[in-house]
C-alpha cells in the first residue's frame, strides 16, 4: 500500500476543539465545584468515531488525567463528548484548572490534546464574603421616581508584585465599576434580574490590567434597575426588593509572594450624589454632566466633601454565580433618516426595531438639554409613544459645555425603532450635520448569547419573517426571557416563553440563561405547586395577584426543561427541575380530579386569538378548558418522560398512566365520534394533534382533515392565539397537509405572519393586528411590536421547511426532513450543535430535489427525503437527488 500524500496524512488525526464547561461562555468565577465538559471534534478521518477520551486537568501546578474506561471492553462511556462529568477533585473557591481533552478511535490512537480551556471557580461559600453592601445614607422618599442615584468610591494600596486581582460584584440596584477611571468589564445592567432575596447573582471579573502598583480607587455607580425602581403596570411598585440602592462588591488581590489582600465594600466607602438624576427601567435616565465630577474612581481625588455609607443587611447565602452570559452591547445602529414630523419635530429612523439604547456625541453650551424620546411606531408622522403605557421611555441629558460630550444612559433599556431628537445645539442643520457624522448611534443590548440557529430560503419575505423572530428574541432576552422590551411590562410571563422556547434554543444557546431562570421559576413556585404567571413575580393587579394556576403559563415548568434537554443534551436541567415539574402536574391532578378534566378556574386560554376583541384577549374561539385539559396531559406526559430519564421508575409508571387517562379523559370530553371537536376552532385540532390525544387513526385523519378545512375556510389567515401559532404548522404537516401549512405560512392578508412583513414589521408583534390594515395602531391597551410569542413559527421552518431537527438529545441524532412546497426553489438551515456544526440545503432544479446535509463527528443522523426511504448518514458531508414530490 502506497503512503497516503502528506496533508492526508495530517488529515487523519482528529482535531479536538478547547473544551467548554457547563454552559459558559466564559468559564471565569463559576459556580459549579464539578463543572461538567463539552467538546467538538472538528475534524477526523472519514469513519472515525471517538471510542475513549482522556481529560487532563491542570490544578495548582499538578495534572492529573482521567481517562474512560475503554469501549472496546464493552462499554459505551467512551463515545460521550457532551456534558461529561468532572474528572476527580471537585474545586473550591477561586481554584483555576487547565483542562484539556485528547480523543481516541478504533484504531487506538490518540489525538494530540485540544488547546486548553482554563477555568476558574468564583466565591462558592458564603463564608467567602467579607463584603457588605454599602450605599448613600437614605434620605430621600422612597415613594418616587425622582430619587438620585448615588456613587461610592475607596481608594486602596496596591503592593509591588500583583499577579492577579479578582472584582466579585453585585448589587441591591445596578451597577457598573470603575477602576483608576476606567471601566471593569462590559456587561450592562448588571446584575441582572433574579429573585434577590434567594438568588443575587455575582459576577467575576478580571481586573488585575486595570490596577497599577501604589495608590489605586474603585469607584461604582448605581441605579435603581429592578431591584427598587418602578415595577409593573397601572402605576406599579417601588421597592419590590428592598428600598436601599447598594454596591456589594469584594476586590481580591493576589501577590507573587503569596500574600492575599481584599478590598471589600464597607463603612471606609464614601458616597455622592450621582450625576445621574434619575433613572428607571420603564422611564429613562437623566443625567446632569455639569455634576460630574472628574478623577473621581482615580486615586488621589479629594472627597473630603463627601458622605459616608450606610452598611446593609448582607445575606452571603443568597450570593450566586451566573449560569449564562451577561447582557452586552452587541452591535451599533446608524439612524437609515432623519425625519421632520408635521409639528417640526426631529425623528431619527433606525429602519428597526431594536432594544438598546442612544448613545450621542455632543457639543454645546452648558445647561443645554437634549431629549431623546423612543418609540416603536410613527402615527401621523409622530412618535407614538401610547403603545408604552406609563413608560416615559426618554433620556434628558443636559451638558457640562466641554469641547465634545460622549453619552449613553446606563441604567435603563427601550424597545424603539424612531427617536425623536429636541434640543439639539447647533442651529439648523446641526443636527443633519450630526447625525450624518455619526452623532447619535443606537447600541443594541441584549443578554450574549451564542448564536446557534440559521435559516435561509429563496423567499425574502420569509427570510424577513425569520430575520424578525430572531431580532424579538435578542430585544427579549434581556437578562430574562420578557413578554416586551418598551411598555412598562417587560416581565417574565410563562406562557411566552413556554411557546417560544424551542424557537429560542434553536436560534442561540440559551442553555445556561434559560436554566438559570427555571431555578427562579422554582423558587418563585407556591407551596401548592402554582406556577407564577411571570417569573420573578412582582406585584401587580389583583387579576394577577395573589397568584392562580394558569393553563399554558404554568406548563413551562415542565416543558422548558423538557425542551432544554432535547435541544442541549442536558439530563442536569431534568434533575434540577424535576420535583417543580411535577409539583406543577399534582396540582393540576388535585385541581381537576377524577373526571381528569382541568375546566375549573382562570384560565387565559388561546391567548390574542385574532378573533378576540381587543380588549378582551381571552375571549378565544378555542374552549379555555379544552386548552386547560390539553396542557394537562402534555405536561403529565413530559413528567413522565423526565422520570424515565432519570431512572424514576415508579414515578415514569404513575405519570404515564395519569397522561393516558388525561388523555383519555380530554378525547371523550372534547372530541366527537366523527373527529370534530367541541370547540371547532384550529387551536383545539392543533392541541389534540400535536400532544397526542387522538389515538384512533381515523378519528386523527379526520381531525386533521377538518383542521386543514379550518384553515382553507378563513382564506388560510392565521385563527390561532399564542397556544395554537406554535402547534398549528407542524399538526398540518405531521398530518398529511404540508400545502396547507405552506398556505397559512405564505398567507399575506390579515391576520398571518407576513401580513406584518409586509407592513414593514421589523420585529414580531404581540398582536397579529398590532397595526391595522389601515396604518392605524391597535386602540388595544396592549399594543406591543415586539413580542415572540407569535414568531414560535421559526422553530418549524428550521424543521420542517429546511428539514433539520434533533433526534436524539443534544442532536446526538439528527432528522433531515426537509418538505418543499409554496413554491419555494430553496431552503437552508444550519445548527452549531453541542458536536460541532450541521446544516441541510435543498434546492430543486430541472425537475429534481437536490440535497446536501452535513453530519458533525460525533452524531448520527437519518435523512427521509419525501418518497423516498430513510436513510442513515453518517458524520460527513453528503449529496443527494430525489424526484420532485407532486
Ligand atoms: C400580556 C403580556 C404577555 C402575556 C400576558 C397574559 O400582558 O404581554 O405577553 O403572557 O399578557
Redesign the pocket.
Known amino acids: 500500500m502506497s503512503r497516503p500524500p502528506a496533508d492526508r496524512a495530517d488529515r487523519a488525526v482528529p482535531v479536538v476543539e478547547a473544551p467548554r464547561v457547563e454552559h459558559h461562555r466564559e468559564p471565569l468565577g463559576i459556580g459549579e465545584r464539578a463543572p461538567r465538559l463539552s467538546w467538538r471534534i472538528v475534524s477526523a478521518p472519514e469513519g472515525w468515531r471517538q471510542t475513549a477520551y482522556r481529560v487532563n486537568v491542570e490544578r495548582d501546578g499538578a495534572t492529573t488525567s482521567h481517562e474512560s474506561q475503554d469501549p472496546d471492553q464493552g462499554t459505551e462511556q467512551g463515545a460521550d463528548q457532551v456534558l461529561v462529568a468532572w474528572p476527580g477533585r471537585p474545586l473550591g473557591s477561586r481554584d483555576v484548572a487547565v483542562v484539556r481533552v485528547a480523543v481516541r478511535g478504533a484504531d487506538g490512537a490518540w489525538s494530540a490534546p485540544s488547546p486548553p480551556t482554563t477555568l476558574e471557580a468564583g466565591l462558592l461559600d458564603p463564608a467567602d464574603w467579607v463584603a457588605r453592601p454599602v450605599g448613600a445614607t437614605l434620605n430621600e422618599n422612597p415613594n418616587t421616581d425622582d430619587r438620585r442615584p448615588s456613587i461610592l468610591r475607596k481608594e486602596f494600596e496596591v503592593r509591588a508584585g500583583l499577579v492577579r486581582a479578582r472584582l466579585y460584584a453585585t448589587a441591591h440596584g445596578l451597577q457598573e465599576a470603575e477602576i483608576n477611571g476606567r471601566r471593569v468589564g462590559a456587561d450592562t445592567l448588571a446584575p441582572g434580574w433574579t429573585v434577590y432575596g434567594e438568588r443575587l447573582r455575582y459576577a467575576t471579573h478580571d481586573v488585575t490590567e486595570l490596577l497599577e502598583t501604589g495608590a489605586n480607587a474603585i469607584g461604582a455607580w448605581l441605579g435603581d434597575g429592578w431591584y427598587r425602581g418602578r415595577l409593573g403596570w397601572r402605576g406599579g411598585f417601588r421597592n419590590v426588593y428592598g428600598d436601599d440602592q447598594s454596591f456589594l462588591a469584594q476586590l481580591e488581590l493576589v501577590y507573587a509572594d503569596g500574600g492575599r489582600e481584599v478590598v471589600p465594600t464597607d463603612w471606609s466607602w464614601r458616597s455622592a450624589p450621582s450625576p445621574i438624576l434619575r433613572s428607571g427601567i420603564y422611564d429613562g435616565e437623566d443625567h446632569d454632566a455639569r455634576a460630574e465630577q472628574p478623577g473621581w474612581s482615580r486615586a488621589g481625588f479629594d472627597d473630603s466633601a463627601w458622605d459616608g455609607v450606610q452598611e446593609r443587611r448582607r445575606d452571603p447565602a443568597t450570593l450566586v454565580a451566573p449560569t449564562g452570559p451577561p447582557v452586552r452591547v452587541t452591535q451599533e445602529l446608524r439612524p437609515v433618516r432623519l425625519l421632520t414630523g408635521p409639528s417640526g419635530s426631529r425623528i431619527l429612523d433606525f429602519g428597526q426595531n431594536l432594544v438598546g439604547r442612544v448613545r450621542m456625541r455632543v457639543s454645546g453650551p452648558a445647561g443645554t438639554t437634549v431629549t431623546l424620546r423612543t418609540a416603536e411606531v410613527l402615527q401621523d408622522g409622530e412618535i407614538c409613544t401610547r403603545p408604552l403605557r406609563a413608560a416615559r421611555s426618554a433620556d434628558i441629558y443636559t451638558l457640562a459645555g466641554r469641547p465634545v460630550e460622549e453619552w449613553e444612559p446606563r441604567f435603563t433599556y427601550h424597545g424603539f425603532r424612531y427617536v425623536e431628537v429636541s434640543g439639539w445645539p447647533g442651529g439648523p442643520g446641526g443636527l443633519d450635520d450630526d447625525v450624518a457624522a455619526g452623532a447619535l448611534v443606537a447600541r443594541v443590548l441584549h443578554t450574549d448569547l451564542e448564536r446557534t440557529g440559521w435559516f435561509t430560503s429563496s423567499d425574502p419575505l420569509l427570510n424577513r419573517l425569520h430575520e424578525n423572530v430572531v431580532w424579538s428574541m435578542r430585544g427579549n432576552f434581556v437578562d430574562l426571557p420578557t413578554?416586551?422590551p418598551q411598555r412598562d411590562?417587560r416581565i417574565g410571563?410563562t406562557?411566552?416563553l413556554q411557546v417560544f422556547a424551542p424557537t429560542a434554543s434553536t436560534l442561540f444557546d440559551v442553555s445556561g440563561m434559560l436554566s438559570g431562570w427555571l431555578r427562579d421559576l422554582a423558587v418563585e413556585q407556591l407551596p401548592d405547586g402554582t406556577v407564577p404567571?411571570f417569573v420573578p413575580v412582582i406585584p401587580a393587579v389583583d387579576k394577577w395577584t395573589p397568584m392562580r394556576p394558569g393553563a399554558a403559563?404554568g406548563d413551562a415548568a415542565t416543558l422548558v426543561p423538557w425542551t432544554l434537554y432535547e435541544r442541549f443534551g442536558d439530563e442536569g436541567v431534568l434533575r434540577a427541575q424535576f420535583d417543580s415539574a411535577r409539583r406543577w402536574v399534582d396540582l393540576v391532578d388535585r385541581l381537576a380530579g377524577p373526571s381528569r378534566l382541568w375546566d375549573t378556574g382562570f384560565q387565559?386560554g388561546d391567548?390574542l386569538d385574532p378573533a378576540a376583541p381587543p380588549e378582551d384577549?381571552a375571549d378565544a374561539r378555542t374552549d379555555r378548558y379544552l386548552v386547560a385539559t390539553a396542557y394537562f396531559a402534555r405536561s403529565a406526559r413530559t413528567v413522565a418522560r423526565m422520570a424515565e430519564v432519570l431512572g424514576l421508575d415508579a414515578e415514569h409508571a404513575s405519570y404515564a398512566a395519569l397522561a393516558d387517562e388525561v388523555a383519555a379523559a380530554f378525547e371523550g370530553a372534547y372530541v366527537a365520534g366523527d373527529g370534530r371537536m367541541s370547540s371547532d376552532a384550529p387551536t383545539a385540532y392543533a392541541l389534540a394533534l400535536r400532544f397526542g390525544l387522538i389515538t384512533d387513526p381515523v378519528l386523527r385523519e379526520a381531525a386533521a382533515s377538518r383542521l386543514a378545512e379550518l384553515v382553507r375556510q378563513a382564506d388560510n389567515r392565521i385563527a390561532t392565539g399564542?397556544v395554537g401559532t406554535p402547534l398549528v404548522s407542524d399538526a398540518l404537516s405531521a398530518d398529511g397537509h404540508l400545502d396547507t401549512a405552506y398556505d397559512l405560512l405564505l398567507e399575506r392578508d390579515c391576520p398571518s405572519w407576513l401580513y406584518q412583513v409586509e407592513q414593514g414589521a421589523t420585529t414580531v408583534w404581540?398582536r397579529w393586528d398590532s397595526l391595522l390594515p389601515d396604518g392605524t395602531v391597535n386602540p388595544g391597551q396592549?399594543t406591543?411590536f415586539n413580542?415572540y410569542?407569535l414568531g414560535a413559527v421559526a422553530d418549524w421552518m428550521h424543521r420542517v421547511v429546511a428539514g433539520l431537527a434533533p433526534d436524539a438529545p443534544g442532536y446526538r441524532r439528527i432528522r433531515f426532513a426537509p418538505r418543499p412546497g409554496g413554491g419555494l426553489t430553496h431552503a437552508a438551515a444550519r445548527h452549531l450543535t453541542p458536536y460541532g456544526e450541521t446544516s441541510v440545503s435543498w434546492r430543486t432544479e430541472g425537475g429534481e430535489l437536490r440535497v446536501e446535509a452535513v453530519v458533525p463527528i460525533g452524531a448520527t443522523a437519518v435523512l427521509d427525503l419525501p418518497g423516498a426511504a430513510a436513510e442513515e448518514l453518517a458524520p460527513g458531508t453528503h449529496r443527494r437527488t430525489a424526484p420532485l414530490p407532486p
Request: glycine letters at 6%.
Open positions: 413578554d416586551c411590562e410571563w406562557g411566552d404567571w403559563w387565559l391567548w384577549p399564542f404581540e396592549m406591543s413580542h410569542a
